[in-house]
């Protein structure tokens, strides 16, 4: 099996399943959808989330301060012009207690840095590749 696999449901809904683990994948009613999940534009914002969350909770632990009550708060806008696309991302990291300025500048540094920023920054996606074969 693929590292992931994107499965039509009906209508729009999908089924993503990555290893042991299912999603649901939707468009709002408005949009024509069942509104049964999350838009693929919405996984892909809430992906960079998590993963700034992951690396936040981690830096924290590393620092011997509970990760417990970490949240990263989200908006993201879409761009007005075509191609269809999301224009801005802003996260806020909301720690449990305070921090000193060293640490909240290091803090934003390592979610600066997380995995998924890395991978969109700057259009450096290294492979995209696309192909089609039919169902046996």
């Known amino acids: 099996?693929?590292?992931?696999?994107v499965v039509h449901?009906?209508?729009?809904?999908?089924?993503?399943?990555?290893?042991?683990?299912?999603?649901v994948c939707d468009q709002p009613v408005a949009d024509?959808?069942?509104?049964?999940g999350?838009?693929?534009?919405?996984?892909?914002?809430?992906?960079?989330?998590?993963?700034v969350?992951?690396?936040?909770g981690r830096f924290l632990a590393r620092h011997d301060l509970d990760p417990d009550g970490l949240r990263v708060d989200c908006d993201f806008t879409m761009s007005a012009n075509r191609p269809p696309r999301v224009a801005s991302i802003v996260l806020r990291l909301v720690t449990p207690h305070p921090l000193p300025d060293n640490?909240?500048?290091?803090?934003?540094?390592?979610?600066?840095?997380?995995?998924?920023?890395?991978?969109?920054?700057?259009?450096?996606?290294?492979?995209?590749?696309c192909s089609w074969t039919r169902a046996p």
């Open 103 to 129: 640490r909240r500048r290091a803090l934003l540094a390592v979610a600066d840095h997380c995995t998924v920023h890395n991978s969109i920054r700057q259009h450096h996606l290294e492979g995209w590749s």
């Open 1 to 5: 099996m693929p590292n992931l696999r």
């Open 9 to 23: 449901q009906t209508g729009d809904r999908l089924e993503i399943q990555v290893r042991d683990h299912r999603l």
């Open 38 to 51: 999350p838009t693929p534009t919405e996984l892909f914002v809430a992906s960079l989330t998590a993963c």
């Open 53 to 56: 969350a992951h690396y936040a």
């Open 32 to 36: 024509g959808g069942s509104d049964q």
